[in-house]
């Protein structure tokens, strides 16, 4: 099983805005070297607002292709995504540029993670559109088509209920071979996980209701790729998860959720850490538990 990180926070216990650099690239290149599999960030421009995390709009909140494009440069070989870009945020032809850049400069190591957006807030406070969710479905289906055009090289014109793409060039092209992996995340069983099955190269899942709910969502997604002829062992099983080492979770209790997830077929278990920051957390995870669930 791979083990991956995501950084979700920038105020890491009263940081000033001139540590966010220091701090955040001081996590991140930790958790590469210690052989963490991915890193990934949140794609908001508003901070979530999540009171069980003590998590509120008003909090800092970083673009998030600005600082994987930052990491590209100082890790060397954890995968690097978002989890994930809301549809809404960014015209498909530049989201494609964005990721197929950042293939380029982390030299193959970039993931498009991208849904259907929920945040209207944030939208509605910046200035983005926040149409209804049966379109934004529309517009991610669209998009996930024209990031397909784009990494095969065609530049013909693209016409869509949504987008009209006159030339999608696509310069330089992106590293990855046949590109960049497609990760699509979210848990409606009618059209996310059958975009899945349509689209995508890795699903994410949340894990926070268990293995039993993984699993519900795993059948169904595997019922999506038996209906339109999709190997569903083409598709990278992931999830996400929250784990709080030394502060509730101890090594041997994060190895058991490992293992019941891979028991159920996630092959990608991806952990938010909220005390990241000390560093001794990624640490503990690298040295008690990587070993045990590499296998």
């Given at each position: ?23 955040f ?8 070297a ?40 100082m ?11 809301g ?5 498909p032809g ?56 784009m ?7 693209f ?9 999608p ?12 992996p ?43 790729c ?21 502060q ?48």
């Amino acid at each position: 099983m791979k083990i991956g990180l995501q950084i979700t926070r920038f105020n890491w216990n009263g940081v000033a805005p001139n540590q966010i650099a220091s701090t955040f690239a001081r996590i991140a290149t930790t958790a590469d070297a210690l052989g963490f599999d991915s890193l990934w960030v949140m794609d908001h421009f508003f901070q979530m607002e999540m009171p069980a995390r003590h998590y509120s709009a008003e909090q800092p909140m970083m673009d998030g292709y600005t600082l994987l494009a930052y990491l590209a440069g100082m890790t060397k070989r954890a995968t690097l995504g978002t989890l994930v870009t809301g549809v809404q945020y960014r015209q498909p032809g530049h989201l494609i540029k964005i990721v197929s850049n950042l293939d380029v400069l982390s030299g193959g190591r970039a993931v498009l993670g991208i849904g259907a957006g929920w945040y209207e807030r944030e939208s509605r406070g910046l200035g983005f559109p926040f149409p209804p969710v049966a379109e934004r479905f529309e517009r991610l289906e669209e998009t996930l088509k024209i990031a397909h055009k784009m990494w095969s090289g065609d530049a013909s014109p693209f016409e869509g209920k949504h987008y009209h793409l006159a030339e999608p060039m696509n310069n330089p092209p992106a590293l990855q071979k046949p590109h960049p992996p497609i990760l699509i995340g979210g848990i409606g069983e009618k059209k996310t996980l059958k975009l899945v099955a349509q689209y995508a190269d890795a699903c994410n899942i949340f894990a926070y209701g268990g293995a039993d709910f993984v699993k519900q969502k795993l059948d169904i997604l595997k019922g999506h790729c038996d209906k339109l002829g999709r190997d569903y062992n083409t598709i990278e099983r992931t999830t996400l998860d929250s784990v709080s080492i030394g502060q509730g979770t101890t090594p041997a209790q994060m190895i058991d959720l490992c293992k019941s997830q891979a028991a159920i077929g996630v092959q990608h278990a991806i952990f938010h850490v909220p005390n990241d920051f000390e560093i001794t957390p990624l640490e503990t995870i690298a040295r008690e538990v990587l070993p045990h669930v590499r296998g």
